[in-house]
C-alpha cells in the first residue's frame, strides 16, 4: 500500500543518521545500538517527565507502517524489548511506553518508519505534556546510561 507524504525531495533524517552522518539535532554520538536490520537512538526531543526516550528505525527507508515488511516485526520488537530493558536500568523507571505514528492524521512528522520507547514514572502525564528540545550535554549523559546498561 503505497501512500506517500513525503515531499519529492525528502532529504530523510533518520536515514542520514543509519548512514552514521547524523542529523540536524541527532549526531552519530547519540546513536545506542546498531543492528544488523534496525537502529536505536536517543530522541532529541523529549518530554517534561519522561527525558531519555529512543527511537527504533528500520535501516531501509520506509515511509510508514504501510510499507514497512513483517520481516521488520522481530528485528524491531528484539532492540525495543532492549531499549526497555537498558531504560529500567539505567533510569529505575517504573515503567515504558511504546508508540508508532502514522501519516499526519496520526501524529508522524518524520517520514521514515520509528517507533518510539519512553521510559514512564507513575502519573508522569506523557500523554497530556508538551514536548521540547533536549539540552546537548544532557542528551549524551543519557544516551551513555542507556549504553552502559544495554542487554547483550
Not at 501512500?3 to 547524523?22: K, L, M, T, W
Request: net charge negative.
Amino acid at each position: 500500500m503505497q501512500i506517500s507524504h513525503a515531499p519529492p525531495d525528502y532529504n530523510c533524517p533518520f536515514c542520514r543518521i543509519v548512514a552514521g552522518e547524523g542529523s540536524e539535532r541527532t549526531l552519530p554520538e547519540h546513536v545506542v545500538r546498531r543492528y544488523e536490520r534496525v537502529t536505536v537512538f536517543m530522541n532529541p526531543r523529549w518530554w517534561e517527565n519522561n527525558r531519555g526516550n529512543v527511537l527504533v528505525v528500520p535501516n531501509e527507508h520506509y515511509e510508514n507502517l504501510y510499507e514497512l515488511p513483517t520481516d521488520y516485526g522481530t528485528p524491531i520488537l528484539e532492540a525495543q524489548r532492549d531499549a526497555a530493558i537498558a531504560m529500567k536500568l539505567a533510569f529505575e523507571c517504573d515503567g515504558v511506553s511504546t508508540r508508532q505514528h502514522n501519516e499526519p492524521a496520526g501524529n508522524q512528522e518524520v517520514w521514515h518508519y520509528h517507533l518510539h520507547v519512553f521510559p514512564r514514572g507513575k502519573d508522569d502525564h506523557l500523554y497530556g505534556a508538551k514536548s521540547f528540545w533536549a539540552p546537548a550535554d544532557e542528551l549524551m549523559e543519557l544516551t551513555e546510561r542507556l549504553r552502559d546498561c544495554w542487554p547483550d
